[in-house]
Nanobody, 124 residues
Framework: VQLQASGGGRVQAGTSLRLSCALS???????LSWFRQAPGKEREFVAA????????NYVDSVKGRFSISRDNAKTTVFLQMNNLRPEDTAVYYC???????????????????WGQGTQVTVSS
């Protein structure tokens, strides 16, 4: 599985961005998730989508503001980020795994496949 993240940028607080994660290669995955990592901090789980059925999960800090979805062809996953805050500033990564279980979604070590990061900078 190859993952390619894109869509980051520098925006003002209160505005929106949409990140994309393009999948290629063997796409028999169980979950695809977004993580983020701010300078000096650990990589943090943001959102996940279950490949079969489309069930979604979010970290509490983004609930109601971020939305994860995928296209009908299941080749791209989106992270729609609304009402962005300065504390959302981070490098955002997409990750996937074919065996991960629900209880491990927030553990970055549980994922075998990672895309390169895309920088999101939110200014106040």
């Amino acid at each position: 599985v190859q993952l390619q993240a894109s869509g980051g940028g520098r925006v003002q607080a209160g505005t929106s961005l949409r990140l994309s994660c393009a999948l290629s290669g063997r796409t028999s995955i169980r979950y695809l998730s977004w993580f983020r990592q701010a300078p000096g901090k650990e990589r943090e789980f943001v959102a996940a989508i279950k490949w079969s059925g489309g069930t979604t999960n979010y970290v509490d800090s983004v609930k109601g503001r971020f939305s994860i979805s995928r296209d009908n062809a299941k080749t791209t996953v989106f992270l729609q980020m609304n009402n962005l805050r300065p504390e959302d500033t981070a490098v955002y990564y997409c990750a996937a795994d074919s065996r991960i279980i629900l209880s491990s979604l927030s553990d970055p070590h549980a994922y075998d496949y990672w895309g390169q990061g895309t920088q999101v900078t939110v200014s106040s």
